[in-house]
């Protein structure tokens, strides 16, 4: 939950650290700080958001070429300056950086203590870098000897990056679960928990495994393994644009990434399609493991969890296989009983939610297939996952996630749609069909982008104080008020409860008074009747009812605003009515002045549980 960037190279690393760092406060912002190698090292932290830290530095002189950076989300010892890091040992000769927890830290502080080491800060990570200085002086090996040692003493996760007094021209990092990337380019080398914080400088970067060491040179990067023996990395290109990691003219991220759904869900078709056939080969699933598949466990978290409600709709009907979904903090200690001709299905956005990934080695433990729908390439998830299918939505900034949720419904019909296939539940015409509906959806998404933002605007600037507002809908329009609610909730701070519509007159249709904000979404055939329905009963208690429809549904009578989307399959349409929930969130965020990108209490990738 936090983030960490390093240089050691030709070029004043003060510069480059607060660059980097910038680009990554969705994943931390309560605290930050920088060490830079001059004569000494020189550590400056700050509590709260970055611009802090770079007022504090502004007048400094600090012209080092070799330095660590870090933004904080608060883990353990609230957010302050002391409990910043960069954290020092004892006695300075050991600066770190840490992104993840160390679980048994408390041991350890009681195993140092014994050796008169003190402790200033009220963080695990404090704890790292003493252990680090502890088994440097002890064995009088090196940084890698020191930090493997410590690697195999330790429990817990991260990724760290550190230096030593004595070494001044090395930067030494390691990692085990949590995200880190390294890049090499020729001013030097970087290292970062995330792309866009190096994205400027290089698109040549390194992948360091789980438990492994680095030490990066000014010019180059050596890999270790636990063993101390040198491991040869191959250095791979990223593809992603810069100006897909800054926002391209757009207020904030949301509402930009909100605009690149069109494209990046065309994308992710595309990497599923060969020629007008579903392909999933990349994912190495086979169609005789998809054929023996009998049921299906769909684990995940927040939104990513709400695309798994609505595949479970559309697997069932469409592929006639048992489909149970679960929010991975539940599923990871209820002890599941999952049948060993099972799939369980891992969808995350950054692959390195702690919950799901606890999943995943729980469903590999009982020796089930995992499939992992991620969008972060090489991140935790994706490389503990059997199979891999990756979303290409590209660099998701915003916390509220929006156009990596879109890909992920498209990953998910993809998957519905072959095993229907496979499972000869879906005959040739209607499979081609469901394919020519599925290659429409961008265009039809633009379409509402386009068509429907403005009115949404205006319709969101209705509601500046608003505190209340229920979802509702039925089957799939069920499934995806879950996300319309949950994007409301967690940018707007707004109550909202989202609600299968059949549910309401169950006791929550008393919550229902005049003027009361209620979204429903009604485009499926089958229960579209049964739905106005609903609507009729709660506008006859004063709600204030917007419609999301399939174009020329009749909801007029009932409605006080009305969103009509394109017509599509109707498996499809979570893509199209996502488009104006997610609208709505934004907007009334922004009639409110509320950090769109940074929610209070949220970061993007929660790494612990
Ligand atoms: C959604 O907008 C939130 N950021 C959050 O609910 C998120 O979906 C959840 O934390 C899961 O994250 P993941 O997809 O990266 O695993």
């Given at each position: 939950?936090?983030?960490?960037?390093?240089?050691n190279?030709?070029?004043?690393?003060?510069?480059?650290?607060l660059d980097?760092?910038?680009?990554?406060?969705y994943?931390?912002?309560?605290?930050?700080?920088?060490a830079?190698k001059n004569?000494?090292?020189d550590?400056?932290k700050?509590?709260?958001?970055l611009?802090?830290l770079k007022e504090?530095?502004?007048?400094?002189?600090l012209n080092g070429?070799?330095g660590i950076g870090?933004t904080r989300?608060a883990?353990?010892?609230?957010?302050?300056?002391?409990?910043?890091?960069?954290?020092?040992s004892?006695?300075g000769s050991v600066?770190l950086?840490?992104n993840g927890i160390i679980e048994?830290?408390?041991e350890?502080?009681?195993k140092?203590?014994?050796?008169?080491?003190?402790?200033?800060s009220?963080?695990d990570?404090?704890?790292?870098a003493n252990i680090?200085?502890?088994?440097?002086k002890k064995?009088?090996?090196?940084?890698?000897d020191?930090i493997?040692?410590t690697m195999?003493?330790?429990r817990?996760?991260y990724?760290?990056a550190?230096?030593f007094?004595?070494?001044?021209d090395d930067?030494?990092?390691?990692?085990?679960?949590?995200?880190?990337?390294?890049?090499l380019?020729?001013?030097?080398?970087?290292v970062?928990?995330?792309?866009?914080?190096i994205?400027k400088?290089t698109?040549?970067?390194?992948?360091?495994?789980?438990?492994?060491t680095a030490?990066l040179k000014?010019?180059?990067?050596?890999?270790?393994?636990?063993?101390g023996d040198?491991?040869?990395?191959?250095l791979k290109?990223?593809?992603?644009?810069i100006?897909?990691?800054?926002?391209?003219g757009?207020e904030?991220?949301m509402?930009k990434e909100?605009n690149?759904?069109?494209e990046?869900?065309?994308?992710t078709?595309?990497?599923?399609?060969?020629e007008?056939?579903?392909?999933l080969s990349?994912?190495?699933l086979t169609?005789e493991?998809?054929?023996?598949f009998?049921?299906?466990?769909?684990v995940?978290c927040g939104s990513a969890?709400?695309v798994?409600?609505?595949?479970?709709y559309?697997?069932?009907d469409?592929?006639?296989?048992?489909?149970r979904?679960d929010?991975?903090?539940e599923f990871?200690y209820r002890n599941p009983?999952?049948?060993?001709?099972?799939?369980?299905?891992i969808?995350?956005?950054s692959?390195?939610t702690?919950?799901?990934?606890?999943?995943?080695?729980?469903a590999?433990?009982q020796g089930i297939?995992t499939l992992?729908?991620?969008?972060?390439?090489?991140s935790?998830i994706?490389r503990e996952?059997?199979?891999v299918?990756y979303?290409?939505?590209?660099?998701?900034i915003?916390?509220?996630t929006?156009?990596?949720f879109s890909?992920?419904l498209?990953?998910?019909?993809?998957?519905a749609i072959?095993f229907?296939k496979?499972?000869?539940?879906?005959?040739n015409?209607?499979y081609a069909k469901?394919i020519?509906?599925l290659?429409?959806l961008?265009d039809?998404?633009?379409?509402i982008?386009?068509d429907?933002?403005e009115d949404?605007?205006?319709?969101?600037s209705q509601f500046?104080n608003?505190?209340?507002?229920?979802?509702?809908?039925?089957?799939?329009?069920?499934?995806i008020?879950?996300?319309?609610?949950?994007?409301l909730?967690e940018v707007?701070?707004?109550h909202s409860?989202?609600y299968p519509?059949?549910e309401?007159?169950?006791?929550?249709?008393?919550?229902i008074?005049d003027g009361?904000?209620?979204?429903?979404?009604?485009?499926q055939d089958?229960v579209?009747e049964?739905?106005?329905s609903?609507?009729?009963?709660v506008?006859?208690?004063?709600?204030?009812?917007?419609?999301?429809v399939?174009k020329?549904?009749k909801?007029?009578k009932?409605?006080?605003?009305?969103i009509?989307?394109p017509?599509?399959?109707?498996?499809?349409?979570?893509s199209l009515t996502?488009?104006?929930?997610?609208?709505i969130?934004?907007?009334?965020?922004?009639?409110?002045?509320?950090?769109?990108?940074k929610p209070?209490?949220?970061a993007?990738?929660v790494?612990?549980?």
């Amino acid at each position: 939950m936090c983030g960490i960037v390093g240089y050691n190279g030709k070029n004043k690393a003060v510069d480059i650290l607060l660059d980097g760092l910038s680009k990554l406060e969705y994943r931390g912002y309560d605290s930050s700080g920088v060490a830079i190698k001059n004569e000494k090292i020189d550590v400056i932290k700050a509590k709260g958001k970055l611009t802090n830290l770079k007022e504090k530095i502004a007048n400094m002189e600090l012209n080092g070429t070799c330095g660590i950076g870090h933004t904080r989300w608060a883990t353990h010892g609230e957010p302050s300056e002391n409990n910043a890091h960069p954290h020092t040992s004892n006695d300075g000769s050991v600066v770190l950086v840490h992104n993840g927890i160390i679980e048994n830290y408390q041991e350890l502080i009681d195993k140092l203590e014994k050796h008169k080491y003190k402790f200033y800060s009220e963080t695990d990570t404090e704890v790292l870098a003493n252990i680090i200085d502890y088994y440097y002086k002890k064995y009088q090996m090196g940084p890698m000897d020191a930090i493997n040692r410590t690697m195999v003493r330790v429990r817990g996760s991260y990724a760290i990056a550190v230096m030593f007094k004595d070494h001044p021209d090395d930067l030494w990092v390691a990692r085990k679960d949590s995200p880190m990337i390294i890049g090499l380019n020729n001013d030097g080398a970087y290292v970062a928990s995330d792309v866009p914080a190096i994205l400027k400088y290089t698109r040549n970067v390194y992948y360091i495994d789980n438990m492994e060491t680095a030490c990066l040179k000014k010019n180059k990067v050596i890999f270790y393994d636990l063993n101390g023996d040198v491991i040869k990395k191959e250095l791979k290109e990223i593809k992603w644009d810069i100006s897909l990691a800054e926002k391209g003219g757009y207020e904030h991220f949301m509402i930009k990434e909100i605009n690149e759904q069109p494209e990046v869900v065309r994308k992710t078709i595309n990497s599923l399609l060969n020629e007008d056939n579903i392909d999933l080969s990349k994912t190495g699933l086979t169609i005789e493991e998809i054929r023996s598949f009998k049921q299906i466990y769909i684990v995940a978290c927040g939104s990513a969890y709400h695309v798994g409600v609505c595949a479970q709709y559309i697997l069932e009907d469409l592929a006639r296989i048992p489909v149970r979904v679960d929010t991975a903090s539940e599923f990871r200690y209820r002890n599941p009983i999952l049948d060993k001709k099972g799939l369980v299905i891992i969808i995350s956005q950054s692959g390195e939610t702690a919950d799901s990934l606890a999943a995943l080695r729980e469903a590999k433990k009982q020796g089930i297939k995992t499939l992992g729908i991620i969008n972060v390439v090489g991140s935790s998830i994706a490389r503990e996952a059997d199979h891999v299918l990756y979303t290409l939505a590209g660099p998701e900034i915003a916390v509220a996630t929006t156009k990596a949720f879109s890909t992920q419904l498209i990953a998910m019909y993809a998957i519905a749609i072959q095993f229907a296939k496979v499972k000869r539940k879906l005959n040739n015409k209607d499979y081609a069909k469901l394919i020519d509906d599925l290659k429409l959806l961008p265009d039809n998404i633009s379409v509402i982008l386009k068509d429907k933002q403005e009115d949404i605007q205006r319709l969101s600037s209705q509601f500046p104080n608003l505190q209340d507002a229920f979802y509702i809908g039925r089957g799939l329009d069920y499934a995806i008020s879950l996300e319309g609610s949950l994007k409301l909730k967690e940018v707007s701070y707004v109550h909202s409860e989202a609600y299968p519509a059949g549910e309401l007159k169950h006791g929550t249709i008393s919550l229902i008074e005049d003027g009361t904000l209620v979204i429903g979404i009604a485009t499926q055939d089958k229960v579209f009747e049964k739905t106005l329905s609903n609507l009729v009963e709660v506008k006859s208690r004063g709600g204030y009812i917007v419609s999301i429809v399939s174009k020329n549904a009749k909801v007029d009578k009932v409605s006080d605003f009305i969103i009509e989307v394109p017509k599509t399959n109707k498996y499809f349409y979570p893509s199209l009515t996502v488009v104006p929930l997610q609208l709505i969130g934004y907007y009334i965020t922004v009639s409110k002045g509320l950090d769109v990108d940074k929610p209070r209490n949220l970061a993007k990738s929660v790494t612990v549980e």
